[in-house]
């Protein structure tokens, strides 16, 4: 039997519809949760993501608006940007899409970012809260996996999980919501020893490597939940044919890529269908949820910062 499909984008728009009702909530006792997104420089890729949580933020009610500094931005000017949202009580939320220029030290400008409005989890102060299980601001992509589990009725506690990638973004993060949630947690990368035997132990997979279907079916446990963070644009037709060839049910995929020349994929392979319990689609399975947590957290940001009680969303 072919793996569930998790629908992200499903999940998604059932976080975003909970999160415009409270917004409304809020709104009528004068409060407008706002997010400042700073965009540094002319990154296409960059300007796409910005794009779509401004239109998300709207979408649910939020107050956003946009930064965009110019590429030969220096460490010291990003730094004077947010110290002054850090001040405007109208913003709770900050964002600093990544990456910056080379000239600029990230480190140093995502440690100017004030922890209680730093709605990408990034800051040590959140890491630390997370890793020792009090309440902060969480990374979007990890919390949106555990919604996801959540949500879709998937066990965590006492399972086994492994987590394939280990960046502070995603990886990391992922393993300890894991942890919290009293899952047995693995994470490997690049050094890691036999990866497939080690990914096979896993009642959960997750794969955040940025790999295209690099997760084959060697690697998952049959009947097992595997989470396909990655995001992978293909353009390469033999590639493209080693992932999709042969099986007609991936014809309309084909017919995309014959008209575009590109198509998303995920860490996993597709064929990892034949033997997942479970598995998240890409597009359309991490990816919504990545911004419906971000909006999540400005909510949550704002609820801290002005005082109100937080909902029990993502732990
Ligand atoms: P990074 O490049 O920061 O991390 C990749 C991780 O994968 C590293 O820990 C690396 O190991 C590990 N890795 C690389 N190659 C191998 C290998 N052959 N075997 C085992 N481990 C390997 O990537 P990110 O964490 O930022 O992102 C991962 C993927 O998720 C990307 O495709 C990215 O586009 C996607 N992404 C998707 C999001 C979404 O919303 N859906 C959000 C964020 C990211 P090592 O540390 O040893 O180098």
Do not use: W
């Not at 990368?189 to 990866?195: A, F, I, P, V």
């Amino acid at each position: 039997m072919p793996a569930t499909v998790l629908d992200g984008i499903k999940i998604a728009n059932d976080i975003r519809s909970e999160l415009a009702a409270e917004v409304k909530i809020m709104a009528a006792a004068g409060v407008r949760p706002g997010l400042a997104v700073v965009l540094v420089g002319h990154n296409p890729a960059s300007e796409i993501y910005v794009r779509g949580k401004v239109k998300a933020c709207q979408e649910v009610g939020l107050y956003s608006e946009q930064h965009t500094p110019p590429e030969t931005s220096t460490t010291a000017e990003l730094v004077a940007l947010i110290e002054d949202l850090n001040r405007r009580e109208e913003i709770d939320g900050i964002l600093v899409q990544l990456p910056l220029p080379p000239q600029v030290d990230s480190k140093k400008v995502l440690l100017a970012v004030d922890p209680a409005k730093d709605v990408d989890g990034f800051h040590p102060m959140n890491v630390g809260l997370l890793s020792t299980q009090r309440t902060g601001l969480v990374p979007c992509t990890p919390a949106g996996i555990m919604e996801i589990l959540r949500r879709s009725h998937i066990p965590v506690a006492g399972q086994e999980a492994v987590v394939v990638g280990r960046s502070d973004i995603v990886g990391k993060p992922a393993g300890m919501l894991l942890l919290n949630a009293s899952a047995t947690v693995t994470i490997c990368h690049s050094k890691t020893r036999d990866l497939p035997a080690v990914c096979r132990r896993a009642d959960i997979l997750v794969a955040a490597i940025g790999r295209a279907g690099m997760v084959t079916r060697d690697f998952v446990k049959p009947g097992a939940t595997v989470i396909d963070v990655g995001m992978n644009k293909v353009t390469d037709p033999a590639e493209f044919e080693r992932l999709f060839g042969g099986p007609p049910q991936h014809s309309k995929r084909v017919e995309i890529f014959r008209a575009k020349g590109a198509t998303l994929i995920g860490d996993v392979h597709p064929e990892v269908a034949e033997v997942a319990g479970a598995l998240t689609p890409v597009p359309g399975g991490v990816g919504p949820l990545t911004i419906a947590m971000l909006m999540y957290n400005t909510v949550k940001a704002a609820r801290k910062c002005r005082g109100i009680r937080v909902p029990a969303l993502a732990k």
